[in-house]
């Protein structure tokens, strides 16, 4: 079973730029996540969808991310336009449920913002 | 609000046996996992509870105490692929997602 894919792995941009992160789940998941992991900390949820539905967005700054599932299957995650805070690693994260203690993660993109 | 307590750091000797406290508080509390992330990887899935007792997986075992609002993971047998950063995560009903805790980085030392 092919595991979370996400691209691109590393990406550096200077503030004010935009960017792109795309993530393709485990086929079949349901439930798709974003997550912000900076340096030190756990991850922090930006965003999760049920299908093409989104379920949280609370904690997503939404004047400069956005995020999409059109299909309910593969993700991008922007961000228009970066801030120097922003440098930190998106995770992608799967699981076959709506509510599921059991996420399966990507390896994440590691974004700096200079 | 949801609030999770780890230690920073724990280091060990190969062979020995280390625990990893958590404790939580959060409404609508479901149950607690565990995850572990090696530097520059993801995060893995370990174990969970949704009920009070011990859980065991090969050489890690999980345990929760609901009305104590704390849990840990017990890692034994260590091995030095087991230096690692270790994260509890809580799920509740009325948010229904996880919340990570700051993470317990252990080091194992030959």
């Known amino acids: 079973e092919a595991g979370v894919a996400q691209s691109p792995r590393y990406k550096i941009i200077e503030k004010r730029q935009s960017v792109a992160f795309w993530c393709n789940p485990i086929?079949?998941?349901?439930?798709l996540y974003w997550y912000q992991q900076i340096l030190g900390q756990g991850p922090k949820l930006l965003i999760q969808?049920?299908?093409?539905?989104?379920?949280?967005d609370s904690q997503l700054p939404k004047d400069r991310f956005s995020a999409e599932r059109l299909k309910g299957v593969d993700s991008t995650l922007k961000i228009q336009p970066a801030k120097l805070e922003d440098s930190a690693v998106y995770l992608c994260?799967?699981?076959?449920?709506?509510?599921?203690?059991?996420?399966?993660f990507g390896p994440g993109t590691r974004l700096t913002v200079t | 609000g949801q609030s999770l307590e780890q230690p920073s750091e724990v280091t060990a000797v190969e062979g020995a046996i280390v625990q990893i406290n958590c404790t939580y508080q959060?409404?609508?509390?479901?149950?607690l996992s565990w995850y572990q992330q090696h530097d520059g990887g993801a995060p893995t899935f370990l174990s969970y509870?949704?009920?009070?007792g011990l859980e065991e997986t090969g050489r890690f075992s999980s345990f929760l105490s609901r009305s104590d609002s704390y849990g840990y993971l017990l890692l034994q047998e260590l091995q030095m692929k087991d230096s690692a950063s270790y994260f509890c995560?809580?799920?509740?009903?009325?948010?229904?997602?996880?919340?990570f805790g700051t993470g317990t980085r252990l080091q194992v030392f030959p």
């Open positions: 086929s079949g998941h349901a439930t």
């Open positions: 994260a799967s699981s076959s449920g709506r509510s599921s203690y059991e996420q399966y």
């Open positions: 509870n949704a009920l009070d």
């Open positions: 995560a809580v799920g509740s009903y009325n948010t229904d997602k996880l919340i």
């Open positions: 959060t409404s609508g509390f479901y149950g």
């Open positions: 969808f049920q299908n093409n539905g989104v379920v949280d």
